[in-house]
């Protein structure tokens, strides 16, 4: 029973994606891809010197073929901070 709850928790928690724009993220673009979980903010300086290189390496991983998504998770105060630095560190 804890699995199948395990399970309901991530599938609930996968279904609140959305992306950059603000998209819904739908499961399938996930399948067969290996899925990180980013752990970031705007006033983190460690952060802010790795997301350039977490991005490097998204691309060049994701080159031929998409292999690798990254679930950003921003511990900033809000959305709209969140979707700054996002701006500002990836372009979108």
């Known amino acids: 029973a804890a699995t199948t ?10 279904s609140d ?11 399938e673009a996930l399948s067969g891809k290996a899925v990180a979980l980013y752990f970031s903010a705007h006033w983190c300086p460690p952060c802010k010197r790795f997301t350039p290189i977490l991005k490097d390496f ?3 991983v ?3 073929e998409a292999k690798l998504e990254i679930v950003f998770v921003s511990s ?3 959305a709209q901070l969140a979707k700054e630095y996002m701006g500002e560190m990836h372009g979108s």
Request: hydrophobic letters at 30%.
């Open 17 to 27: 994606l959305t992306t950059s724009e603000g998209e819904a993220v739908e499961l």
């Open 58 to 60: 998204y691309e060049e």
């Open 5 to 14: 709850s395990s399970a309901q928790s991530a599938a609930q928690w996968l």
């Open 76 to 78: 900033d105060d809000s």
């Open 62 to 64: 994701n080159e031929d």
